[in-house]
């Protein structure tokens, strides 16, 4: 168990006596349910519904598209064996006459809404709380969901602007959580807090995946427009329990019990947050550390990307299963991704809390095995032709092992910048939204007139190649450790100091 930082503690004398007295009061909750769960157990079931929201369309367009109208002016691949199957899924077409560029347009256009808001996001969460923020991005884009269908069938450029509107919403989602996490996380739970909360966009892909597959191949709402609106109308659900459980700050939680409190202000020491910081903009963009984080996540999410949106395209088009199946093998690697992610998550921070080796080096070596293992068997679905067999095994491994990324980067920004960690994942998700963009409108393009495995292998390959390299800058560049413009002003004045176990790890950083 780390040290708990003495002077770290004396925070707690400087509570307002009026608040102390109240949370004092609040014992509400059964005291195996700490409130810190319940906001992680909220922040779970939130992300799952973000990307239940983001996937479904990927699986429901391939029911949306007349595609024996659209594939009369493409060359259709033969080169794998069709399955031997009596579903007549496969024959099944929509109404929409959309080409693949045009598809891969309607894939992408989520995304341009996406970048737009992600560092307002982040600044906002850090100046106002995340609470109200991640909570309206997920009901915002719940709403929108709803209205999917209407827009469809009134007209493509009317889809294409409510996907749009709807990567507004999720835009905040990601800064909001990760403003919320730094402010309510003691040091030695933020791998695990992080790997569980984020876990849900890989649950909520399984879940969507299959659900929307089955949903698309019966008659329950019309077939596809059901998938729209039960995940919609779930995500609104959500908000209404999100309201009343979640708050900013541990301190403005009317249930949480004096002993939660004082356990996590005490474990944040030098590392605990301060509502509206002022961002010291300069230090942060001569900041190497920070920019070796960004260009890893632009990696981590090129290579998310192109199996999250063109996964069921490539099962599809080049391996030939009907829609069911589809779904099914899509959300295997995003199981298997959860169930790495809780796990390593775990032990993550039991190294780090023993003080075993510095926070830099944990973020470093298991960055490094989701990276370098997905990019791997990448190119072994590149190689692997028609087997598939083989070509699900490598998928389900890669996007497993990837689940090692969340006690990687994508708990740098608050191990660097507690304060600044909402601005942080901001900036380096908006340059990840970039592949968003790009990637569906690259396969579109592609694959439109040529959708051969040769050319699906030169994207998995690319996709590899770009996981390989981001991982090694990440490795050369990279730090874990608190920077000196990482805490606001009002932290430097008060003296607190790390304990002797974290600043003997930090003196072995890489």
Not at 45 to 68: D, E, W
Not at 163 to 182: D, K, V, W, Y
Not at 212 to 230: D, E, I, K, R
Not at 285 to 295: D, E, H, N, T, Y
Request: with cysteine.
């Amino acid at each position: 168990m780390e040290e708990m930082d003495p002077v770290s503690s004396l925070s707690i004398n400087k509570m307002d006596e009026e608040k102390t007295q109240l949370v004092s009061k609040q014992k509400r909750w059964p005291s195996f349910i700490p409130t810190r769960y319940v906001l992680m157990f909220m922040g779970f079931l939130g992300f799952c519904n973000v990307y239940a929201l983001r996937v479904n369309l990927s699986v429901a367009l391939v029911s949306m598209v007349n595609n024996t109208a659209t594939k009369k002016n493409t060359s259709v691949s033969d080169e794998c064996p069709l399955q031997n199957t009596t579903s007549t899924d496969e024959l099944q077409d929509g109404e929409f006459l959309w080409d693949k560029t045009l598809q891969g347009f309607i894939l992408g256009s989520f995304f341009y809404g996406y970048i737009i808001t992600q560092l307002p996001g982040g600044r906002l969460a850090e100046i106002f709380g995340g609470k109200w923020l991640f909570g309206l991005g997920v009901f915002g884009t719940g709403v929108l969901t709803l209205l999917t269908p209407v827009a469809a069938n009134l007209h493509v450029s009317a889809l294409i602007i409510v996907r749009f509107l709807e990567g507004l919403g999720e835009g905040i989602t990601f800064p909001a959580m990760h403003s919320l996490l730094a402010r309510w996380m003691p040091r030695t739970e933020r791998s695990l807090a992080s790997s569980l909360v984020y876990s849900g966009c890989q649950i909520g892909t399984v879940v969507a995946l299959p659900l929307s597959g089955v949903m698309c191949a019966s008659t329950f709402l019309g077939g596809w427009p059901s998938v729209f609106y039960v995940f919609g109308g779930l995500t609104c659900i959500w908000f209404l329990f999100w309201i009343f459980l979640c708050f900013d700050v541990p301190e403005q939680h009317p249930r949480i019990s004096m002993e939660e409190l004082i356990y996590i202000q005490t474990n944040q020491g030098e590392e605990k947050t301060h509502q509206k910081p002022a961002i010291p903009w300069r230090e942060i963009f001569k900041s190497v550390p920070v920019w070796a984080l960004i260009v890893t996540h632009f990696g981590q999410n090129w290579g998310f990307y192109m199996l999250l949106t063109e996964l069921p395209t490539y099962l599809n088009s080049i391996l030939h299963y009907e829609i069911r199946t589809n779904s099914f093998i899509s959300a295997l690697p995003y199981l298997t991704q959860a169930l790495v992610n809780w796990t390593f998550g775990y032990v993550a921070d039991y190294i780090r809390s023993k003080g075993y080796v510095s926070t830099t080096v944990i973020r470093k070596v298991t960055n490094s095995i989701g990276f370098f293992s997905s990019g791997l068997c990448l190119i072994g679905v590149a190689l692997a032709g028609c087997n598939k067999t083989v070509i699900v095994t490598l998928l389900v491994t890669g996007m497993g092992l990837n689940g090692f990324i969340y006690s990687g980067f994508m708990t740098t920004h608050i191990d660097m910048a507690p304060d600044f960690a909402g601005t942080l994942m901001g900036m380096s998700n908006a340059i990840a939204t970039i592949p968003g963009i790009v990637v569906p409108a690259i396969v579109g393009a592609t694959t439109n007139q040529d959708p051969t495995i040769k050319t699906w292998s030169y994207l998995f390959f690319f996709a590899a190649g770009i996981y390989i390299i981001t991982n090694i800058i990440f490795i050369v560049f990279g730090s874990a450790q608190l920077q000196p413009w990482g805490i606001a002003k009002v932290h430097k004045d008060s003296s607190i100091q790390e304990s002797p176990k974290d600043d003997k790890a930090s003196s072995k950083d890489l």
